[in-house]
């Protein structure tokens, strides 16, 4: 099973896992479905790069 994206930034270093679960209680609460990173970024727990990083290492694992 591939790792989820919250994991895999927590994992690296670039959000905690109460950053994590502060996006994952927005995205159960939103009536739009939102992804994770977009949230994230959108809070400030992340920057677009952190977010490439992890897109790109997703990618390149298939």
Do not use: H, N, T, W
């Not at 994590?20 to 992340?46: H, M, S, T, Y």
Request: no cysteine; glycine share 6%; proline share 2%.
């Amino acid at each position: 099973m591939a790792e989820r994206i919250g994991d895999y930034l927590v994992r690296i270093g670039v959000m905690s896992e109460e950053s994590v679960r502060a996006v994952l209680d927005i995205q159960d609460k939103e009536e739009e479905p939102r992804v994770f990173g977009e949230i994230a970024i959108e809070l400030g727990f992340i920057d677009d790069s952190a977010l490439k990083r992890y897109l790109d290492e997703k990618a390149a694992s298939r």
